[in-house]
């Protein structure tokens, strides 16, 4: 079974940046799609971004303008710019195996003070 363990959460104000890491292990890379999803409080989780492994991405409206997915093969990772935050961006953030995820990370808590 692969291994994906995510980085980067945190506290931030309103209108800052995070950068989320995923880096994966135990798994052919390259050749799989990878995704950012989020749960918020009493929500469900929904799609943030995803990037296939040809480095095709898709985004969740929300977030369009906003988020940057990207992947470095070399080093097993996919990553997540978020830049102008708002309160309700709060969730915690997972990393997904597969353009449509088969495994998931633990989460990394993401949270934005008003």
């Known amino acids: 079974q692969a291994r994906l363990v995510e980085s980067g959460g945190g506290l931030v104000e309103a209108g800052g940046s995070l950068k989320l890491s995923c880096e994966a292990s135990k798994v052919f890379f390259s050749g799989e799609g990878m995704g950012w999803y989020r749960q918020g409080p009493g929500k469900e989780r929904e799609l943030v971004a995803r990037?296939?492994?040809?480095?095709?991405?898709e985004y969740g409206d929300t977030v369009k303008g906003r988020f940057t997915i990207s992947r470095d093969n070399d080093k097993r990772t996919v990553y997540l710019q978020m830049n102008n935050l708002f309160p309700n961006d709060t969730a915690v953030y997972y990393c997904?195996?597969?353009?449509?995820?088969?495994?998931w990370g633990q989460g990394t808590q993401v949270t934005v003070a008003s």
């Open positions: 997904g195996l597969g353009y449509d995820p088969r495994q």
């Open positions: 990037i296939k492994y040809t480095g095709a991405t």
